[in-house]
């Protein structure tokens, strides 16, 4: 079993930043591809960015240029640099770690491993 667990989220101006965390207490993250997924209130899940666990990135059309993804094995934490932000960024980001998904496997519903979630709000 391995436990996700995000941070970093909270309320931005539109125009700032905000640099989300996931970690695996215990565990290596090593072998797995992670992703980051998000949740609007009333939409469904849907993938942000991905790093596979050979370092491939992948970001959704409406975040690229404005969020990066990032693996540090040696901290055993992946990253989402978010800049830029915008309203309807607005979402519960979650992280999701799958050991057989690649850098292009954005549906949801093909990964395993899921954190709590972390709030981002981004408004004036």
């Known amino acids: 079993q391995l436990e996700l667990v995000e941070s970093g989220g909270g309320l931005v101006q539109p125009g700032g930043s905000l640099r989300l965390s996931c970690e695996a207490p215990g565990s290596r993250l090593d072998h797995y591809s992670i992703g980051w997924f998000r949740q609007a209130p009333g939409k469904e899940r849907e993938g942000v960015s991905i790093i596979s666990d050979d370092g491939n990135t992948n970001y959704a059309d409406s975040v690229k240029g404005r969020f990066t993804i990032s693996r540090d094995n040696a901290k055993n934490t992946v990253t989402l640099q978010m800049n830029s932000l915008k309203p309807e960024d607005t979402a519960v980001y979650f992280c999701?770690?799958?050991?057989?998904?690649?850098?292009?496997?954005?549906?949801?519903?093909?990964?395993?491993?899921w954190g709590q979630g972390t709030q981002v709000t981004v408004s004036s």
């Open positions: 999701a770690a799958d050991a057989f998904a690649t850098a292009a496997t954005m549906a949801p519903g093909k990964w395993w491993y």
